[in-house]
């Protein structure tokens, strides 16, 4: 499973772009009003810092306003995906940009039928909410299965890109699905590391072996 980065923190991207953790990153308007940066600018930044897709949100609510914006983004830098939302004019603009040979990350996607019309669109990632559907008590994890059994069956190139992931089980859970991708903020990430038992066994040995005395170095 790829991991995609979920913030437009250019340091935070950095840190888990040096231990080779980041296959892409993902922003969003509101992402973006949390960085405080101007988004052409701060795209660039991480496209430079980042080889793997970098998705860039469109904000237009037609679909020539979408495919006119997706088309100015794209020429931030190559690796951009243009992220359009899924509404039957995001399915429109994602059909005419992903007919031009751009990426496209369908987003806001919530029902198996919503990712169905986006692989028939040609989305090459389809962004499910994981996180919002758990908020609601909805199942979040049972719609990445219905979407993956979906596309397998009829062998869509659509990758699923699980999103609005909220913790450490998340990733797990879509892991386990068999997800394509998934995007976490930078915290999330970091906390895949975190168990209990690592931390009570590291102290445990410590202890002992400053019984010993001994120096390794
Ligand atoms: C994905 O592309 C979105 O930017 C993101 O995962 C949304 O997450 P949220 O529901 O935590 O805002």
Same mark, same amino acid.
């Given at each position: 499973m790829? &991991? &995609?980065v979920d913030t437009a923190d250019v340091e935070a991207i950095a840190e888990l772009n040096d231990l080779g953790m980041v296959d892409g990153v993902t922003t969003n308007p509101s992402i973006i009003m949390k960085s405080g940066r101007d988004i052409k600018e701060v795209t660039k930044e991480i496209c430079d810092m980042v080889s793997g897709p970098v998705s860039a949100e469109t904000v237009a609510l037609d679909a020539d306003g979408m495919i006119e914006e997706g088309r100015e983004l794209a020429k931030i830098a190559d690796n951009i995906a243009i992220k359009v939302p899924l509404t039957w004019a995001g399915l429109k603009a994602c059909n005419v940009l992903?007919?031009?040979g751009r990426m496209v990350n369908v987003t806001l996607c919530f029902s198996p039928n919503q990712a169905l019309l986006a692989a028939k669109a040609g989305a090459t990632f389809i962004s499910p909410f994981l996180g919002r /559907?758990?908020?609601l008590n909805l199942e979040g994890t049972? /719609? !990445?299965a219905d979407i993956r059994t979906i596309y397998d069956n009829y062998g869509f190139e659509t990758n699923i890109l699980a999103a609005s992931i909220r913790s450490a089980n998340h990733m797990k859970e879509v892991a386990l699905i068999g997800a394509d991708v998934a995007t976490a903020p930078p915290n999330? !990430? =970091?906390s895949m590391a975190n168990h209990?038992?690592?931390d009570k066994g590291l102290d445990a040995f410590? =202890?002992?072996?400053a019984k010993t005395g001994q120096k390794i170095l």
């Open positions: 790829k &991991f &995609f992903s007919g031009e /559907l758990d908020d049972d /719609l !990445i999330v !990430i =970091k209990v038992l690592t410590m =202890k002992d072996w």
